[in-house]
T-cell receptor, first 114, second 113 residues
């Protein structure tokens, strides 16, 4: 079972460059999320989606955009990368309707902005 | 807003030692509570959960009890192994219709042989 797949796994960007991180899930989950993980700060929510065609801002949305054109895919875009966006990015998905259901995570994308 | 606070790490233990990682939360209403584990180089995976007061979640020898009166969900294991070395995250899920998880800062556990 693939679960949640993130691409790419590693990337180095120069300041000002743009890129898109792709998240794909094969579990037919309605909810999808993008988090960033930084030392000592846990995981912070960037954006999330509760269904195809809908997105919303999380705790730290500035500098990022997202799209959910298909239910199984959730894209995270950086239009003009900054060194402060150096982080590990995790995508997660979850079934809708129950607050105790398990969230499934991808293996992460390690992004370095120089 | 809702928040989760975990004890500072890293925690270094010898094999077979007793483990406690403290977690407290602030939330409106009655959230579901989780412990996730992240092994080196991997994503997070669910370790255990509890959905209401006094529930005890357990898995792989780990346990945590949902304590509403102290707003806590401490993780315990009676005898840790080297393979338990990982980062542990406490999290809550609020009762909104977004399913968002709010995480603590994570606690790194290193178990030495």
């Amino acid at each position: 079972n693939a679960g949640v797949t993130q691409t790419p796994k590693f990337r180095v960007l120069k300041t000002g460059q743009s890129m898109t991180l792709l998240c794909a899930q094969d579990m037919n989950h309605e909810y999808m999320y993008w988090y960033r993980q930084d030392p000592g700060m846990g995981l912070r929510l960037i954006h999330y989606s509760v269904g195809e065609g809908t997105t919303a801002k999380g705790e730290v949305p500035d500098g990022y955009n997202v799209s959910r054109l298909k239910k199984q895919n959730f894209l995270l875009g950086l239009e003009s990368a900054a060194p402060s966006q150096t982080s590990v990015y995790f995508c997660a998905s979850r079934r809708a309707g129950e607050t105790h259901t398990e969230a499934f995570f991808g293996q992460g994308t390690r992004l370095t902005v120089v | 807003g809702d928040s989760v606070t975990q004890m500072e790490g890293p925690v270094t233990l010898s094999e077979e030692a007793f483990l406690t990682i403290n977690c407290t939360y602030t939330a409106t209403g009655y959230p579901s509570l989780f412990w996730y584990v992240q092994y080196p180089g991997e994503g997070l995976q669910l370790l255990l959960k509890a959905t209401k007061a006094d529930d005890k979640g357990s898995n792989k020898g780990f346990e945590a009890t949902y304590r509403k009166e102290t707003t806590s969900f401490h993780l315990e294991k009676g005898s840790v192994q080297v393979s338990d070395s990982a980062v542990y995250f406490c999290a809550l899920s609020d009762r909104s219709n977004t399913g968002k998880l709010i995480f603590g800062q994570g606690t790194t556990l290193q178990v030495k042989p």
